[in-house]
C-alpha cells in the first residue's frame, strides 16, 4: 500500500522562520518528518569544495535542490507509512527559489513539479525577526528571508495550494497548531 498522497504536507516558509525546530516537535509525536535538501546540498557542497551553493552558483545549486526534492519526494510517496509526513519544503521552494534569483525556469522542470502531488493545504512560516539567525548555511539577510516567504506564498498560491500561515508562538504551539488543522 502506498503513501495516502492527502497526507504529504508541506511546511514551508523563509529561512529562519523556525521550520526546522518544528519538524523537530512534530517527529517527537511519532510523526514522519524529511528534511530540507538545500541545506544538506549546502553541507555537502562546502565538503567537497563544490560550486553548488546559492553565493557561488545559484543555477547549478537550485538544479541539484531539484533533483533532491524529486528523489525524496517519490521515495516518501511510495512509502507505507499511514500517518502524516511532513516535508520541510516542497518541489514548489525550488520553483520560488530560481524565481526569486531571476532563474529561468525550465518547462520540463515545472511539468515534474506538476506530478508531484502534495496535500492541497500548506503550512507556512512567517518571518520572525526575534529568531532568525545566520549560519555557515544561512547567509541571507532578514530582508531576503522575507522576501523568500512572499515568493513562497506566491508560487504555491499560484499553483493551487492553500497556504496556511502558522501563528509566532511556542514551538508546542506550532506544532498543536498544525495537529488540529489535519486529519490524522
Not at 93 to 106: F, K, S
Not at 159 to 173: D, L, Q, T, W
Amino acid at each position: 500500500m502506498k503513501q495516502d498522497i492527502s497526507k504529504l504536507y508541506i511546511i514551508t516558509g523563509g529561512p529562519g522562520a523556525g521550520k526546522t525546530t518544528l519538524l523537530n516537535e512534530l517527529s517527537k509525536y511519532g510523526l514522519t518528518t524529511v528534511s530540507e535538501e538545500g541545506r544538506r546540498i549546502i553541507k555537502e557542497q562546502i565538503d567537497c569544495g563544490g560550486e553548488g551553493l546559492p553565493w557561488l552558483n545559484k543555477e547549478l545549486f537550485a538544479s541539484l535542490m531539484f533533483e533532491e526534492s524529486v528523489k525524496t519526494y517519490l521515495k516518501m510517496s511510495q512509502s507505507t507509512h499511514l500517518k502524516p509526513i511532513f516535508f520541510d519544503r516542497g518541489i514548489w521552494d525550488t520553483l520560488g527559489y530560481m524565481r526569486l534569483e531571476n532563474i529561468p525556469v525550465p518547462e520540463l522542470m515545472t511539468a515534474k513539479a506538476r506530478e508531484m502531488v502534495y496535500n492541497n493545504n500548506i503550512f507556512i512560516l512567517p518571518p520572525w525577526k526575534e529568531i532568525y539567525e545566520n549560519d555557515p548555511e544561512r547567509k541571507q539577510t532578514i530582508e531576503k528571508a522575507i522576501l523568500t516567504f512572499e515568493c513562497m506564498k506566491d508560487i504555491y498560491q499560484e499553483y493551487g495550494f492553500n497556504s496556511i500561515e502558522v501563528p509566532k508562538v511556542s514551538v508546542e504551539e506550532r506544532a498543536a497548531f498544525i495537529l488540529d488543522r489535519i486529519l490524522m
